[in-house]
T-cell receptor, first 111, second 113 residues
Framework: QKEVEQDPGPLSVPEGAIVSLNCTYS??????FMWYRQYSRKGPELLMY????GNKEDGRFTAQVDKSSKYISLFIRDSQPSDSATYLC???????????FGAGTRLFVKA | NAGVTQTPKFQVLKTGQSMTLQCAQD?????MSWYRQDPGMGLRLIHY???????DQGEVPNGYNVSRSTTEDFPLRLLSAAPSQTSVYFC????????????FGSGTQLSVL
C-alpha cells in the first residue's frame, strides 16, 4: 500500500464547477501536506501548503487536512479551462527528507 | 535565475546501455532529489541528498546511482538500462527541512528499447 493514495481520474467538469480532489495517507508522522499542479510536459509546481490539520484558502483554491481521518482535500471554486492539469497531493513528516506523492489526478475543465 | 536545470530533455537508449541524467540548481539548496513519474503511479522518489557528499535511497533506488560532489549538481546514473526504466525523470531541490516547497526541473523523458 502506498503511503499516499490518490485516484488518478481523469476528472472532467464544466467551466464554473466546484472541483473536489482528495487523497488519503497512512503515515501518522506526516505533518506537512502539499498540493502540486503539473501542466502537460512540465515539472510540478507547488500550489498549496498546509501544516497539520485545518484549512487554508488562496483565491479560488482551498486546501483542507483532517488528520483524524488522514484525509487531504483540495477544492477549486469557479473552475476555469486554465485549471486543466494534473494535481498531485504530497506529504512529509517534520524533519523528514522524503516527500511522498500521490498518483496525481488529471483534471479537465471544459469551456 | 535558472532554478533547476535538467539535461537532456529526451533520450532513447538500448537495453544494457548506461547514461547519466544531469541536474543542476543555482539556488544554493541543500536538498536535492530525483523522482520518476509513470502513468498511474505518480512521482516516486529514487534517491536524495541533504548536502554535498551525502546521499540516501528513496522508494525505488534499484538500477540507479547518484553522487553529490558539489552543492549545485546531482547527477543520476543508469548503470545498465532496462525497459522498466522507461519513464519521465524529474530532479527537485529545496532549502532543507522546515521549508517543504520543492522546486522541480522540466524533466527528462527516457525511453529504453
Amino acid at each position: 500500500q502506498k503511503e499516499v493514495e490518490q485516484d488518478p481520474g481523469p476528472l472532467s467538469v464544466p467551466e464554473g464547477a466546484i472541483v473536489s480532489l482528495n487523497c488519503t495517507y497512512s503515515n501518522s508522522a506526516f505533518q506537512y501536506f502539499m498540493w502540486y499542479r503539473q501542466y502537460s510536459r512540465k515539472g510540478p509546481e507547488l500550489l498549496m501548503y498546509t501544516y497539520s490539520s485545518g484549512n487554508k484558502e488562496d483565491g479560488r483554491f482551498t486546501a483542507q487536512v483532517d488528520k483524524s481521518s488522514k484525509y487531504i482535500s483540495l477544492f477549486i471554486r469557479d473552475s476555469q479551462p486554465s485549471d486543466s492539469a494534473t494535481y498531485l497531493c504530497a506529504s512529509i513528516n517534520t524533519g523528514g527528507f522524503k516527500t511522498i506523492f500521490g498518483a496525481g489526478t488529471r483534471l479537465f475543465v471544459k469551456a | 535565475n535558472a532554478g533547476v536545470t535538467q539535461t537532456p530533455k529526451f533520450q532513447v537508449l538500448k537495453t544494457g546501455q548506461s547514461m547519466t541524467l544531469q541536474c543542476a540548481q543555482d539556488m544554493n539548496h541543500e536538498y536535492m532529489s530525483w523522482y520518476r513519474q509513470d502513468p498511474g503511479m505518480g512521482l516516486r522518489l529514487i534517491h536524495y541528498s541533504v548536502g554535498a557528499g551525502i546521499t540516501d535511497q528513496g522508494e525505488v533506488p534499484n538500477g540507479y546511482n547518484v553522487s553529490r560532489s558539489t552543492t549545485e549538481d546531482f547527477p543520476l546514473r543508469l548503470l545498465s538500462a532496462a525497459p522498466s526504466q522507461t519513464s519521465v525523470y524529474f530532479c527537485a531541490s529545496k532549502t532543507g527541512t522546515g521549508n517543504e516547497k520543492l522546486f522541480f526541473g522540466s524533466g527528462t523523458q527516457l525511453s529504453v528499447l
